[in-house]
């Protein structure tokens, strides 16, 4: 080491000790350091202390109900008591389950409340292929409510027991065949076994609430009994009624698509004797039931939750919370009710009703003769008739003998085309027809001009010289007019058909929903609020037929005076893409069907059509004396007249 670097440690050493001396701490300085130290220390010694003793006070409170110190017991039963009176002692107790099921679907129950605490339909499974459950969970309200000893006695807060203890409660039958779920028909035929699971809510001895649920074998409804004896020693005289109230989350069973499941979630309930109505589709809403009402459903798209009457609720008020996807991605709304049950304070009180949890099935719905059916969206007034008269029979006779559901929509679209085929073919003459005269007709636009003031004149000679060759201008217009029911009967069909949940056919996973080929992660402004956020190929090919079968249908028809007619025809297709993009594959793929059968008629008729034989005859008809003129011609005519008329006045 050399001079210098031993000169500079030597510095540094220096350098350290002089700031140590220099900045040492003074013996008043080091006293109250010491001070706030022993202040820390015995501040958290007496933490430690009160942390301890509460522990020790707890342990000593859990000690003592455990070995039954009666004070700590009078006090928790006096809190109980002051609550609930006589039910107090029915206030405390250990949540169990048990499960009542048949080969239908598996109901667990929670003896706090006696309720059905969830519901899993077996035959089904959600969109993720987990149980598909109903409702579930421990915010579920399910309960009766009333006023005793002055007190509002909510039952779904007390601790039941089960009568028998059986916890896991299984009803057996035969075998049912496929198509014949839940079938009272078959049932009758192939009878099977009936178990029933009893919770009692006993305050004294002999004075009791029960539940008595009670389900079938291949069955989707579950009894529902509320049994009563000496509550008239409880509940308040003046209450003629009671209150039952069912609330839960609706849990999201398929994939989410802006015209799928959540649109057709909503409450409905029927009027006793009377018509089936529903809370706002599309929104949170609530109402007041003043009248008797028979039943109450949750409904989803596919299934739904209904309680019902034996003889009807006086009335009852309901209510739905609707979410929003961006929101709440799990659940699509919340259903509240509150019922009035009819009371009558007598000594022993026996109240029957029953829950409906199953699928949304038109023919399953239909025999139990409740109008439960109703709750299926089958369209309008006008096209209703025609899903339940000929679209659902049709449907229904074919699945007994065919599994593959695209194939039945295949067959129901051809046997449909065949019934139409007659009118096809005369709309296909009738449009023939106007294209050999539309020389003619161009003579008459040429003659008369382009102007209104010889429009009465125009209009006549065309009119004139359509009756003279025979050819009726609305003959195409009756094909069309019987096709549109169909059209929008299906068009409300398949989304409503459970039959189709599941069910696969070539790339389309499931035809309930869309058939996305392409998707993305981002919305696209205005346009993403109708196509989403996919492209569905049996869209696609259904817009491609249109608009091939539609430039077929101009190739043999006439537009003359309506230059914008051509424009508006193709435009048809394109908009009605963006609007069934996220429809079900199912309504795309019939319309495909529907659209290849239409190309394949007008090819093979125009095989058998001789256009000049067409021209020939038209040309005979003129020669003939001229036909008397039909009243509808004569409408038309008298409506020109009266247009032009006003419009002379006006000059």
């Not at 059986?166 to 779920?181: A, L, T």
């Not at 402004?525 to 430039?551: K, Y």
């Amino acid at each position: 080491m050399d001079k210098k670097s031993i000169i500079g440690i030597v510095l540094i050493f220096a350098i350290l000790l002089g700031w140590q001396l220099i900045f040492q701490p003074s013996k008043e300085e080091i006293e109250a350091a010491r001070q706030r130290q022993d202040s820390i220390a015995q501040v958290e010694a007496l933490r430690a202390q009160e942390q301890q003793k509460i522990l020790a006070e707890q342990a000593a409170e859990q000690e003592a109900l455990m070995a039954g110190d009666s004070t700590v017991q009078r006090q928790v039963e006096k809190a109980k008591m002051d609550e609930f009176g006589v039910f107090g002692t029915l206030a405390s107790g250990e949540e169990e389950f048990s499960t009542l099921e048949n080969d239908r679907m598996k109901i667990t129950f929670s003896n706090k409340g006696g309720r059905i605490y969830s519901v899993e339909l077996k035959d089904y499974s959600r969109y993720d292929s987990t149980a598909l459950v109903l409702f579930d969970g421990p915010e579920t309200k399910f309960g009766l409510n009333f006023f005793a000893q002055n007190r509002s006695i909510e039952t779904d807060k007390l601790f039941f027991e089960q009568v028998g203890g059986r916890k896991n409660v299984v009803v057996s039958g035969p075998d049912v065949k496929k198509g014949n779920e839940g079938k009272l028909k078959y049932n009758r035929e192939h009878p099977g076994g009936k178990e029933s699971v009893t919770f009692r809510l006993e305050p004294e001895p002999g004075k009791f609430i029960e539940y008595v649920y009670t389900l079938e074998h291949n069955s989707f409804m579950v009894g529902f009994d509320v049994k009563m004896a000496g509550m008239n020693d409880y509940i308040a005289k003046n209450q003629s009624y009671l209150n039952f109230n069912w609330a839960y989350d609706v849990p999201r069973q398929e994939h989410y698509s802006r015209f799928g499941e959540d649109r057709y979630t909503y409450m409905t309930y029927k009027f006793f004797e009377d018509e089936v109505d529903n809370l706002n589709k599309n929104k949170s809403d609530e109402k007041e039931l003043a009248t008797r009402v028979k039943w109450i459903g949750f409904k989803q798209l596919f299934f739904s939750s209904t309680i019902i009457a034996g003889e009807s609720f006086p009335n009852a008020s309901v209510q739905q919370e609707k979410y929003n996807y961006e929101d709440n991605q799990d659940y699509l709304a919340h259903f509240k009710a509150d019922i009035a049950i009819p009371y009558e304070g007598a000594q022993k009180e026996d109240i029957g009703l029953q829950f409906y949890f199953g699928p949304n099935h038109y023919q399953t719905l239909k025999q139990y003769d409740l109008d439960m059916e109703s709750q299926i969206d089958l369209g309008y007034a006008i096209v209703r008739p025609v899903n339940k008269y000929l679209i659902i029979p049709v449907f229904n006779f074919l699945r007994q003998y065919i599994d593959n559901f695209g194939l039945i929509i295949l067959i129901l679209t051809v046997l449909i085309k065949v019934v139409l085929f007659p009118f096809t073919y005369k709309s296909y003459m009738s449009q023939a027809k106007m294209k050999a005269l539309k020389p003619e007709v161009d003579e008459i636009n040429e003659k008369f001009g382009s102007g209104s003031e010889k429009a009465m004149e125009k209009q006549q000679a065309t009119m004139a010289l359509y009756r003279k060759a025979g050819v009726n201008p609305m003959g195409g217009c009756l094909p069309m007019v019987l096709q549109m029911p169909i059209l929008f009967a299906m068009f409300f069909f398949f989304p409503t058909s459970i039959e189709l949940r599941g069910e696969s056919f070539l790339w389309a996973k499931d035809l309930s929903t869309y058939d996305s080929i392409i998707s993305w992660n981002f919305d696209i402004p205005l346009i993403g609020s109708f196509m989403g956020n996919h492209i569905s190929l049996f869209t696609v090919l259904m817009t491609i037929t249109t608009i091939i079968s539609t430039r077929l249908s101009q190739s043999s028809a006439s537009t003359q005076g309506m230059p914008g007619m051509k424009t508006m025809l193709y435009l048809m297709p394109v908009m009605f893409f963006f609007l069934l993009n996220s429809y079900p594959s199912g309504l795309s793929y019939y319309y495909f069907l529907a659209n290849v059968i239409t190309i394949g008629q007008t090819y093979a008729i125009r095989q058998f059509v001789d256009d000049e034989k067409i021209r020939a005859q038209l040309a005979a008809n003129k020669k003939k004396p001229a036909k008397k003129t039909s009243g509808f011609q004569k409408r038309l005519e008298e409506m020109a007249k009266q247009q032009q008329q006003v419009q002379k006045r006006k000059k």
